[in-house]
């Protein structure tokens, strides 16, 4: 199986960038999914693929990728983004296993 | 709208079992993967098992491999997990989900299930 590594926590001033990263071997192979998840709700698909916004997300949302890093950013942050948000991809087992990372908490100050 | 509702969360001894199920409404069921994601009180999210369209493809994270079972009725649009021998490491809400992207994204969510194993 694989790991997926983010840190975990992030802080942004609003109105400013920030970038979440998501590491590990399988983002070799795999696109990296980003996820938002806010207290007591499920989580939202925000960014999939190389660079796709499900309908409704926020065009400050963008993903991108290179050698096993994915990374998620925001381009200027607003309060209602402070949320938890978790990478994902399939793994690299060749099943259709899929492995999630640790989650990353972004408070925007 | 795409519609995931779960059920059959609940309190269980060790040991015990529980069978979850997700009625989904709002899209063709039968053309979608689905899985099962799971989430431990203050945790992160954790997959735990998914399959084919057809049923005819199941895959589980390891540490429930034996335990718990997923499976699906096209007909009724419902997926289901039977989970057997659960431990308190199982404790989790459980959240069903479409599955896309050759496994690698789920785009719509339940609102989730508590179960919770107690010693």
């Known amino acids: 199986s694989s790991e997926l590594t983010q840190d975990p926590a992030v802080s942004v001033a609003l109105g400013q960038t920030v970038r979440i990263t998501c590491q590990g071997d399988?983002?070799?192979?795999?696109?990296a999914s980003w996820y938002q998840q806010k207290p007591g709700q499920a989580p939202v698909l925000v960014i999939y693929?190389?660079?796709n916004r499900p309908s409704g997300i926020p065009d400050r949302f963008s993903g991108s990728s290179s050698g096993n890093t994915a990374s998620l950013t925001i381009t200027g942050a607003q309060a209602e983004d402070e949320a938890d948000y978790y990478c994902?991809?399939?793994?690299?087992?060749?099943?259709?296993?899929?492995?999630f990372g640790g989650g990353t908490k972004l408070t925007v100050l | 709208e795409v519609q995931l509702v779960e059920s059959g969360g609940g309190m269980v001894q060790r040991g015990g079992s529980l069978r979850l199920s997700c009625a989904a409404s709002?899209?063709?069921?039968?053309?979608?993967?689905m899985s099962w994601v799971r989430q431990a009180p203050g945790k992160g999210l954790e997959w735990v098992a998914n399959?084919?369209?057809?049923?005819?493809?199941?895959y589980y994270v390891d540490s429930v491999k034996g335990r718990f079972t997923i499976s699906r009725d096209n007909a009724k649009n419902s997926l289901y997990l039977q989970m057997n021998s659960l431990r308190a490491e199982d404790t989790a809400v459980y959240y069903c989900?479409?599955?896309?992207?050759?496994?690698?994204?789920?785009?719509?969510w339940g609102q989730g299930t508590l179960v919770t194993v107690s010693s």
């Open positions: 989900a479409t599955t896309r992207g050759g496994v690698n994204y789920f785009d719509y």
């Open positions: 399959i084919k369209q057809d049923g005819s493809e199941k």
């Open positions: 994902n991809s399939r793994d690299s087992s060749g099943n259709p296993h899929v492995v």
């Open positions: 693929g190389k660079n």
């Open positions: 399988s983002l070799r192979s795999y696109y």
């Open positions: 709002g899209f063709t069921f039968s053309s979608y993967w």
